[in-house]
């Protein structure tokens, strides 16, 4: 199954259940100023409101343009008003185009597929390179200076978020959710588990002492 990854800075359009379409599966998710809320996987369409609590549409609309992770999305802003002026300055800070709020799940769904079928962007991002950390994303692979780190597909999963938030604790509740996992109490335990595997596949690799436990708290990839 395909996955399209579908990031809006509404917190309510961000809980729209998630739609499949043949063998792709559009999944919503949300967008803070500080990134993704979940892991981005397949191709990546941000919905970027106008007015934002925290910074404006147009300041976010930049930083995606920066970001590795979506530096290839679709940006649609969403603007209050069809205002001419507003829609240069979203097309000139990156947007690709712009729509007039607010969007329900069918119109936010409509555009995208609408694009979808021929889009001609690539995948987001192929591959995560962090010193001597190689993440292949397209083939599912990581390698420590070249050595092939054996995983699981959860555990590649994992360690892919974990490398594009480096440096950061991450609770066992926010790997959950990266990995569209919630609602599951389960699923907080099978944490420890792949923590544990990609311990395990880290240290076969010669990259044990990456990862590292905060008691309490949660886990750290040190790169």
């Known amino acids: 199954m395909n996955r399209v990854s579908i990031l809006t800075t509404d917190t309510q359009a961000a809980r729209f259940d998630r739609f499949s379409n043949g063998e792709t599966d559009f999944v919503f998710g949300l967008l803070t100023p500080d990134g993704p809320e979940k892991l981005v996987e397949g191709q990546a369409w941000a919905f970027v409101d106008w007015v934002m609590k925290d910074l404006s549409g147009l300041e976010m609309c930049r930083r995606l343009r920066a970001d590795p992770r979506l530096a290839q999305a679709h940006i649609t802003m969403v603007l209050e008003a069809d205002d001419a002026d507003d829609r240069r300055r979203a097309l000139k800070a990156g947007a690709d185009d712009y729509a007039i709020g607010p969007l329900d799940r069918q119109a936010m769904l409509d555009r995208v597929l609408a694009l979808h079928a021929n889009a001609v962007r ?4 192929q591959m995560v390179e962090a010193g001597d950390l190689q993440i292949n994303v397209a083939g599912e ?10 995983l699981r597909p959860n555990e590649f999963r994992v360690l ?8 950061r604790i991450l609770t066992r509740a926010e790997l959950v959710h990266a990995l569209g996992k919630a609602g599951d ?8 588990v792949w923590i544990k595997r990609l311990r395990f596949g880290l240290r076969e690799a010669g990259a044990g002492h990456l990862l590292r436990t905060v008691h309490g708290k949660g886990y750290v990839l040190d790169l």
Not at 122 to 125: K, M, Q
Not at 160 to 167: L, P, V
């Open 160 to 167: 892919r978020y974990m490398a594009e938030n480096a440096n």
């Open 122 to 125: 690539p995948l987001a991002r």
């Open 185 to 192: 109490p389960d699923y907080l335990r099978t944490v420890d």
């Open 141 to 150: 692979q990581a390698r420590w200076k070249g050595a092939l780190i054996p």
